[in-house]
């Protein structure tokens, strides 16, 4: 059988420009006929939307953590069909992550895991010759993947990128693939969490990103390899069969791992969507999930969703509903803004949170029964004499009520299937 080639774009760095080079790259082959299908290293929930809007494919989350290897190499065996190119956008710099050097959690980590090669994006502005030593040692702590090439980010002109690609063919190191300029018109906005969402602002056509990128194409597709295959496994059992389970989708309640939504139709569920914003009714179903998003950019239309009468009429008959994150900010009784401004929320829960200007959570969590998952926030909440939802190693236990579990959390379903099941009410 014919296995589907792919690369990891990876950075020296966050904020190098990593992600506006993965879209480019992208942009291009997509321009060039190639099928392309997205990956994202890491928990991020953003980036996979913009690889989405430009793919017109979900772009899938893979980690060493959160999501094990075999599920890792798994989740690309069977979403890149033959014929397909995959490409991985990393995280933060090349061996961040959960510590040490190219520790798991990492993009190195994922980089040896996987079998694929690893393009690295340099913020080339201001540098000349000194590229070479800087690739030279990224180069030097690779261990069980290759850096294969690089791709500058902020090239002042085509001669400075002719100085570039010299200075490493110079000093044998993996060669320049392409290169984008200055130009802000194809810039990606920022907020708290990351990038704005593609809906919030004008996204940069895919063809200013082509004509912005001067790309290797056939070089970089060359240097492509198959994902290293991994052995197949028996299906699971059907834990949500003929359950229904109404899911928040909304720029209020849009961080969704595409895994946890495959997920639960693999165990059998159906699942409804609804819009809290819109004031939507909650559909009828068996159990409901309030994932998180941006609650405090929506305020004002949460405050006034007429939805909360029947998540609380729910509530109150021990409906199973797990809320994450800003699912369970909108479930409070307040959300305080930063400009000191207190909205009424949903007032199920007897607690307030108020937004910070710094991160206030941030890391991999494990609860006691296996399930793993992230937390990433710009908020705190008071203490409540609910009893913990969970019991997690690190990080928030959460609150529960009746059959509602609530946290900030962003859990990953398939990382342990009969608790996470358990939860939306299987037996």
């Known amino acids: ?81 033959q014929g397909s190119v995959v490409v991985v956008e990393g995280v933060m710099g090349l061996y961040d992550g959960k510590g040490g050097i190219g520790a798991t959690g990492s993009t190195a980590d994922l980089a040896r895991v996987l079998g694929l090669p690893v393009i690295l994006v340099v913020d080339a502005r201001g540098m000349a010759g000194s590229i070479a030593p800087l690739v030279a040692g990224f180069a030097g702590f690779a261990r069980g993947f290759t850096l294969a090439g690089v791709l500058a980010n902020r090239v002042g002109s085509p001669r400075h990128a002719e100085m570039l690609a010299g200075a490493l063919q110079e000093a044998g190191l993996p060669p320049l693939l392409g290169w984008l300029g200055n130009t802000p018109s194809i810039g990606l906005g920022e907020r708290h969490l990351g990038l704005l969402l593609p809906e919030d602002q004008a996204p940069p056509a895919a063809s200013d990103l082509c004509r912005a990128l001067t790309l290797d194409r056939d070089g970089l597709l060359f240097l492509a390899r198959p994902v290293i295959p991994t052995p197949a496994c028996g299906s699971s059992p059907r834990l949500l069969t003929g359950r229904t389970i109404a899911v928040a989708r909304d720029l209020a309640h849009c961080f969704l791992y595409p895994a946890n939504l495959a997920w639960l139709e693999e165990m059998g569920a159906r699942i409804v969507f609804f819009s809290p914003l819109a004031g939507d009714p909650l559909p009828a179903c068996d159990a409901a999930w309030l994932p998180g998003g941006y609650p405090e950019l929506h305020a004002a239309q949460l405050s006034a969703s007429p939805t909360w009468r029947d998540v609380r009429r729910a509530v109150a008959q021990d409906l199973p509903i797990l809320a994450e994150c800003g699912g369970m900010m909108a479930l409070g009784s307040s959300l305080t803004l930063l400009d000191g401004v207190s909205w009424p929320m949903a007032d199920i829960l007897p607690i307030h949170t108020r937004m910070t200007p710094r991160l206030a959570g941030l890391g991999y969590r494990r609860d006691r029964s296996g399930v793993r998952g992230h937390e990433f926030h710009h908020s705190v909440r008071d203490p409540s004499p609910l009893p913990p939802a969970f019991q997690p190693e690190s990080g928030d236990a959460g609150v529960r009520m009746h059959n509602l579990r609530a946290s900030y959390i962003h859990w990953y379903f398939p990382s342990q299937p009969a608790t996470c099941a358990a939860w939306f009410g299987a037996s």
């Open 1 to 81: 059988m014919e296995l589907t080639p792919g690369f990891i774009i990876a950075a020296t760095h966050s904020h190098a420009g990593k992600t506006t080079l993965t879209l480019a790259v992208m942009a291009a082959l997509r321009e060039a006929g190639r099928r392309v299908v997205p990956f994202k290293a890491g928990p991020d929930f953003i980036d996979p939307m913009w690889h989405a809007a430009f793919c017109g494919l979900p772009s899938w989350n893979l980690d060493t953590c959160m999501v094990g290897e075999e599920e890792c190499r798994a989740l690309v065996a069977t979403r890149a069909p």
